[in-house]
DNA sequence: ATGTCGGCCTTTGGCCGA
């Protein structure tokens, strides 16, 4: 099973990137974050086309996930189970069952704008993805969490200078909840078959950040403990990046035997 | 050096979010 996530910074400005993206690397599953339209809006002729069914949870202008899946999913949620408060309606979380795996796409709050509240929301909705997670342990469920987690879990996933330590990204708060997450059980694919070094996912448009690789590990694959045993790739596709206006975050993709 | 994008409205430029 091949499976991956791409923040794509609005699908309507990289749909022709997102189709090549399909052709070549043929995933099984790819989920999608920050479409930025309303599912009205979403080009899933094109994707279908082919060979790829979306399931769209669209929002005008902001945030907006999907799932692409060229194999039969079921069990659908289009919202983070247990969540409460103002942010509820936005367009951050798809969870479906394919080929047996429970796969959930998440487009995690990025907790800069907003104040505290907005920085409590980003935590919130963390202990609200823990639970779920939780949850599915409990029900003895495989499933991987993927998705634009807008975490630098260590200093080591992000390039000296490309955050501030007070960035919501980095704080200790925010880490304190991804290793909480971990500490469920859950592996991060990434760095299980990359335990060092630089493996970034994201670089800045701003001040050259790519050709100068200041960039952040933020998009991740969190595997339950028989998927992790299955893990056999975990790779960021660098090349994207390098594409005519690209997204700002690459594809990861991950392979499962 | 607050330097780039994308989307929206206040609409041909400014604002927010990232």
Same mark, same amino acid.
């Given at each position: 099973m091949r499976i991956a996530t791409w923040n794509v910074n609005s699908i309507r400005q990289r749909q022709g990137h997102v189709e090549r993206w399909l052709a070549r690397v043929q995933p099984d599953v790819l989920m999608l974050q920050e479409l930025k339209c309303e599912a009205v809006q979403y080009p899933g002729a094109a994707f279908e086309a082919l060979g790829y069914r979306s399931l769209v949870v669209g929002q005008k202008a902001y945030n907006g996930v999907a799932c692409l899946s060229r194999l039969p999913v079921q069990d659908v949620h289009t919202a983070l189970p247990g969540l409460v408060g103002?942010?509820?309606?936005?367009?951050r979380y798809v969870e479906v069952i394919a080929d047996g795996v429970t796969l959930i796409g998440i487009y995690l709050p990025? !907790?800069?704008?907003?104040g505290d509240a907005g920085y409590q929301a980003k935590l919130d909705w963390m202990q609200a993805l823990r639970a779920r997670a939780e949850a599915l342990l409990e029900a003895d469920a495989d499933f991987v969490i993927l998705g634009d987690f807008n975490v630098a879990p260590t200093d080591e996933d992000y390039a000296k200078g490309a955050l501030s330590p007070a960035d919501a990204l980095a704080r200790p708060a925010t880490r304190a909840q991804y290793q909480a997450l971990i500490n469920l059980?859950?592996?991060?694919a990434i760095r299980a078959l990359h335990p060092t070094g630089r493996v970034y996912t994201f670089w800045d448009y701003q001040a050259a950040a790519f050709q100068r690789n200041? !960039?952040? =590990?933020?998009d991740h694959a969190l595997m339950s403990p028989r998927m992790a045993e299955r893990l056999v790739a975990a790779v960021p596709d =660098?090349?994207? =990046? !390098?594409?005519?206006?690209?997204?700002?975050h690459v594809p990861v993709v991950f392979e499962l035997a």
């Open positions: 103002p942010d509820v309606p936005q367009a990025n !907790g800069n704008s907003g059980g859950l592996t991060d200041q !960039g952040l =590990r933020i =660098r090349a994207e =990046r !390098g594409e005519e206006q690209p997204s700002d």
